[in-house]
């Protein structure tokens, strides 16, 4: 076997089950709001970041939590009729295009008695989105929001020691350090570059040392 055979098609299924959520103090408050469910501020609640900073794994924590559905943001109204009282709702990615009448309508309802909860997600905050309804724009500014942070080294440390330790992958000193200094600033991509060094490292029959690690740092950008 080649060495880096083993992870030009690496794909892993991601792990969005809550205990699998590494905390840090670039989540913890984000994390607290949507935890907070259902007792938001007018029903609803919009989880802004950046890509790779958590907005997916907290959706799919809060849908399974609430089972709520699921609505696409484009064609919001053709999904309405079939959010029934005490519904709980999630639209994800609005700041990339967003039926404005119909979730300016959802909003309404989850600000009302219909007992409706509504999860939003966006990149951005919703000054930056491109609405052009008033009243739903001034409805959003005044939405409680809550923000997660692009991963900080204490949250990828925490997640990658988690995984190594699980696989009981052995590591030479400072493969950590060597890493964290180097990698993409994502939790999806620490997973996938755990996963690419235990298996080189088992089948090379040796620890993770800094040159495996330079090497998967190469695959994993290509």
Known sequence: MKPGQLALDLVLEPDYRAEAFAVSEANAAALALVN???RWRQGHL?????AGSGKTHLSHMWTARTRAMRLEPATLSKGLK???????VLVEDCDRGVDEDA??????RAAGDAGV???MTAGKAPAEWPVSLPDLASRLIATETAVLHEPDDALLRQVMEKLF???RTPLSPGVLEYLLDRMERSVDYARRLTAWLD???LARKGPVTRTLAREALSVLSS
Not at 82 to 88: F, L, N, W
Not at 103 to 108: Q, S
């Open 117 to 119: 909860t509504v999860l």
């Open 199 to 201: 298996r080189e490292a």
């Open 165 to 167: 330790r699980d696989k």
């Open 46 to 50: 919009l989880l802004v970041g950046p």
């Open 103 to 108: 979730l300016f309508h959802l909003l309404n």
């Open 82 to 88: 079939a959010v029934g009282r005490g519904a709980a």
């Open 36 to 38: 907070r469910w259902p």
